[in-house]
């Protein structure tokens, strides 16, 4: 059986953009009985970024309630919470000291930094921490310390897999072998998904639909995204957003009715009314038990617990390992 683990960073509110491109993915995946998946809210890494004290509780709930809502069964599935795994910090200090410095100047978020700061000549480093620096090392450890075979990151995630792997090697090559090398899982119909302007769905951007919007704020989104000035009975292209979006939700048959539909003239207006109620129909199941969920935080409390004791016991055998390959003195 093969190990699946992917962390999510509580840094914000999952959009569909999250949901079709890692969520669902990820959930589907955890169906496969060939596979025993580990899916971890990583909120010592949104610590890099998110230095509020109600935000890291407040995403830190969102994350956990949405993977729920959207069909993470925690019987098939081991959610736990990062901080809940303290070993993890333990292989990371270890892991800091196998990883040469060179490697994490390197690192795709590091050096986009630097960059930055270069343009604006600012000194190289200004308002880098040091979590930043060193997360690709904190990253390999949660990755390391559960012997994980597999991992689903998206491609702007790639790099870090692949110094987990450099660094599981260098330790192997000193210590003998001990851990598994990792391999990404990068799903590759994890195309774009359009905003609301047309751009690719960010939060960067601010066009975003958030997954768990309620009904009239959908309905308000919805109405705000950006067509073109084809008059109501003209045939209009398929290459518009309200279609793309229309066909995530959307079976091929419903499907293939609104594309008839728009090649023979269909206002914008009911255009977005139609994808509205669809899109309602599939999310507000989802947006039910995500409040329910939120409003029951025991519920969830209790589903993290469980799944931490269940990583800490392979957590635990990892660093029994680590610390006899090291030459920690056992007392
Ligand atoms: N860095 C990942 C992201 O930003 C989150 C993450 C943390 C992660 N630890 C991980 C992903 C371990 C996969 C495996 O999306």
């Not at 699946?4 to 890692?22: E, R």
Request: hydrophobic share 35%; net charge positive; charged share 25%.
């Amino acid at each position: 059986m093969k190990r699946i683990l992917t962390g999510v960073k509580p840094t914000g509110i999952a959009h569909l953009g999250n949901y079709f491109g890692a969520i669902k993915p990820a959930i589907e995946l955890s169906k496969n009985k060939d596979y025993e998946c580990y899916y971890f809210i990583a909120d010592y890494h949104a610590l890099t970024t998110v230095q509020n004290k109600e935000d890291l509780y407040e995403y830190t709930y969102h994350i956990a309630c949405t993977w729920l809502a959207c069909g993470l069964d925690p019987n098939h599935v081991v959610m736990y919470k990062q901080s809940d795994v303290p070993e993890t910090f333990e292989l990371s200090t270890i892991l800091s000291n196998l990883t040469p410095k060179g490697l994490m100047n390197r690192a795709h978020a590091y050096k986009a930094k630097v960059e930055a700061n270069e343009k604006i000549g600012e000194d190289k480093d200004f308002g880098v921490n040091m979590g930043l620096y060193c997360y690709p090392i904190l990253m390999t450890a949660d990755i390391l310390l559960l012997d994980s075979d597999y991992v689903p990151v998206g491609i702007d995630q790639k790099q870090h897999i692949e110094i987990a792997r450099d660094v599981a090697s260098y330790f192997n090559k000193k210590y003998g072998d001990t851990f598994a090398l990792p391999q990404e899982l990068i799903s590759e119909n994890v195309g774009a998904l359009v905003g609301l302007d047309g751009r690719k769905m960010s939060k960067s951007y601010g066009n975003t639909i958030p997954i768990f919007a309620d009904e009239t704020k959908l309905k308000k989104l919805v109405n705000k995204i950006v067509t073109d000035s084809t008059l109501p009975n003209e045939p209009k292209s398929l290459d518009n957003t309200i279609f793309k979006l229309y066909k995530l939700f959307g079976t091929e048959e419903q499907t293939q009715q609104f594309a008839q539909k728009l090649k023979t003239g269909i206002s914008w207006g009911e255009a977005k009314s139609e994808l509205f109620t669809l899109m309602n129909n599939y999310l507000s199941p989802m947006r039910e038990r995500y409040n329910y969920l939120q409003s029951h935080r025991k519920v969830v409390d209790e589903i993290l617990r469980n799944g931490a004791i269940k990583a800490r016991n392979l957590a635990k055998q990892t660093m029994q390992r680590v610390r006899n390959a090291i030459g920690v003195v056992k007392i």
